[in-house]
């Protein structure tokens, strides 16, 4: 039999053991949208659904010695790029991503958590914004992320508004700010801001604990649309689309927060 042609995309970021975040969901939501997923593991985490225990960075060079032994092989037609975590580990993978021919690349800037809590240091964070946000296509900052990236509070829509121009400014082709940890009404509403049009995209917002991984999700299925040909702002529409019905289909794993249904359709009765 033929080979069945199909787009490729490379997710760079950290493992969850738990199966609910990180590289495993990234790979979930590739294989869902008939993308082939391809990966380069910049750290080992040990989480379940209660929380993180351990972390261990890998070196830079196994990091970019998994993306060349990648690239160097097969056409990647999308990146997604996660938790980096280190100056070190992130100036070696801005360096190859900028040496190598890519497709687009989506930056999920894993600094702060949605509860508010800094994940990396202030060199990280000033690295990340020197060195890799020029190289994004489309950037998908979490409300207290896009604070720490603008230099501002971030509580109305005009705020929003105003933290995608002034991230914008740092070099990224497209930014979406997120509202999921937003207050009220603006929950579950996002800004999207190309240097040209501003954007608000908003859907009903589902109630549920079962949210682990939805940011990793979210950029991993706007790159796998993105690979797929899909344009900037229908990517991240449909990607929406994607995480929302992920949401409303969790799955019955753990005691703590779950993960949700990646393969809600598989599932859904």
Not at 8 to 17: N, R
Request: aromatic residues 4%; charged residues 20%; neutral net charge.
């Amino acid at each position: 039999m033929k080979p069945f042609p199909v787009a490729t995309a490379l997710t760079i970021a950290g493992s969850d053991s738990g199966g609910g975040a990180g590289i495993q969901a990234d790979l979930r939501t590739f294989s869902f949208h008939r993308v082939h997923g391809t990966s380069a593991v910049t750290a080992i985490t040990a989480q379940n659904t209660r929380g993180v225990t351990r972390v261990d960075l890998l070196p830079p060079e196994s990091v970019t010695a998994q993306v060349d032994a990648v690239v160097s092989d097969m056409r990647v037609d999308a990146v997604k790029v996660g938790m980096l975590a280190q100056r070190p580990l992130i100036e070696a993978v801005a360096d190859q991503l900028a040496r190598v021919s890519l497709g687009p690349i989506v930056v999920d800037p894993v600094m702060v958590s949605r509860a508010g809590s800094q994940l990396i240091d202030d060199a990280a964070v000033e690295a990340l914004r020197a060195r890799m946000l020029p190289l994004a296509a489309i950037l998908t900052p979490n409300r207290h992320e896009a604070k720490l990236l603008a230099g501002m509070d971030i509580q109305t829509l005009e705020d929003m508004r105003e933290a995608a121009r002034r991230i914008h400014a740092l070099g990224s082709r497209v930014v979406l700010v997120k509202g999921g940890g937003m207050p009220g009404a603006l929950r579950g509403t996002d800004v999207w801001f190309d240097g040209t049009r501003m954007e608000t995209l908003s859907v009903a917002p589902v109630d549920t604990p079962n949210t682990h991984g939805t940011g990793c999700t979210l950029s991993a299925a706007i790159a796998a649309r993105l690979a797929l040909g899909t344009p900037p702002l229908e990517a991240v529409r449909l990607a929406k689309e994607y995480v929302t019905s992920a949401l409303r289909y969790p799955l019955a794993v753990g005691h703590g927060n779950g993960p949700i249904g990646h393969f809600f359709p598989l599932i859904h009765d």
